[in-house]
């Protein structure tokens, strides 16, 4: 897993450079498709430069498209660092999605279930990889506050409160109902290469 802990970690801090203040969290984005049945999804993306290269300290100067600069040490995870080019484009995306279905009267046992995948570039193509995590769940609605449009679920492992902006949405869900869904989020970093990204414009 070591390839997916440098991707997320890469992601992690390279998508404070775009993601914008006001992007809501995936809880506060749900979003009714059917009664009882609620998706939401959130999405964000950034695309730097590579402005310069250490390649001995294996570091790179990332900048966007303000002028704001980070540096970015690879691990040895990082495969193929030789092919990076000062001009390069580094594009990192994150998605989260929950899809939730709500299960009146409950009864089921509290349940958590992960999975997970990764992947990353060929011998000799630019720097590329992905990291996938899943999780599907069972949980009890252990409150629910009609004034603030929030309902608490409590699952196998942890307590969450979610809000639920639709009040008829609101109306169907009680105290000791149970929800079932999947949370998942992906992030995925690539490296473009310069001329590549020059024709592109």
């Given at each position: 897993m070591r390839i997916r802990s440098a991707i997320i970690a890469a992601a992690l801090a390279l998508l404070p450079f775009a993601a914008p203040a006001q992007q809501a969290p995936v809880a506060e984005?749900?979003?009714?498709?059917a009664p009882g049945h609620f998706v939401g999804v959130v999405e964000s993306q950034v695309?730097?430069?590579?402005?310069?290269?250490d390649a001995p300290a294996r570091t790179l100067v990332l900048k966007d498209a303000a002028g704001k600069k980070i540096a970015f040490v690879a691990s040895d995870a990082v495969?193929?660092?030789d092919q990076i080019k000062v001009g390069d484009k580094v594009v990192a995306s994150?998605?989260?999605g929950l899809d939730m279905t709500l299960v009146k009267g409950g009864g089921a046992l509290r349940e958590r279930v992960d999975s997970s995948s990764a992947g990353a570039a060929k011998p000799g193509d630019k720097p590329a990889a992905y990291a996938t995590e899943?999780?599907?769940?069972?949980?009890d609605v252990t409150a629910v506050d009609r004034k603030k449009h929030t309902i608490t679920l409590r699952?196998?492992?942890k307590t969450v409160k979610l809000k639920i902006k639709d009040p008829e949405q609101l109306k169907l869900i009680n105290k000791g109902?149970?929800?079932?869904g999947v949370y998942a989020q992906a992030i995925a970093?690539?490296?473009?290469?310069?001329?590549?990204?020059?024709?592109k414009k």
């Open positions: 984005a749900l979003t009714a498709v695309s730097l430069v590579v402005d310069s290269i495969k193929n660092f994150y998605t989260q899943e999780v599907a769940f069972i949980a699952g196998a492992t109902d149970q929800v079932e970093v690539s490296v473009v290469p310069a001329a590549a990204a020059k024709m």
